[in-house]
């Protein structure tokens, strides 16, 4: 990595790409005579029987680094401490985090189960970070 350029994709959600075509141009492009020597490649998905539906040859490029990642309870309780620590350098530690942020990073998918969006509960402490901002305000506008 000293010295030498890297490139990086990052395809989010991949089961959504359009079209075959689609799929046929990336899939010519990931080949190994086609890419840039030093290229990392990022993709996501919710649901990789989709892709494998849409083109077996395609997932094929990513044989052996495809790494399964819940979005369960561990990743639930890791994204709390990570947001428990920015709620604190946000607010200088003044306060305890609002419970209910903890709760709104949850929403419930179509199997039935549950799943944890970090996406989600960033936004909802962003909105607590704010609302304990204005707090803040209007205390010392009242003291």
């Not at 089961?15 to 290229?39: G, I, M, T, W, Y």
Request: glycine share 8%.
């Amino acid at each position: 990595m000293f010295g030498s350029q890297w490139y990086m994709l990052l395809i989010e959600e991949m089961e959504l790409l359009p079209s075959s075509n689609v799929f046929s141009a990336l899939k010519d492009q990931l080949s190994e005579q086609n890419h840039p020597e030093r290229l990392i490649v990022v993709a996501t998905s919710n649901n990789t029987a989709k892709l494998l539906e849409k083109d077996d040859s395609f997932m094929q490029r990513f044989e052996g680094y495809i790494f399964p990642f819940s979005c369960g309870m561990g990743f639930a309780e890791a994204c709390l401490d990570r947001l428990g620590q920015i709620w604190e350098a946000e607010t200088g530690g003044t306060a305890p985090m609002p419970a209910a942020v903890a709760m709104m990073g949850w929403k419930a998918v179509k199997e039935g189960g549950q799943a944890y969006s970090m996406r989600r509960a960033l936004a909802a402490l962003g909105a607590a970070v704010e609302l304990h901002a204005a707090d803040i305000a209007r205390e010392e506008v009242a003291a």
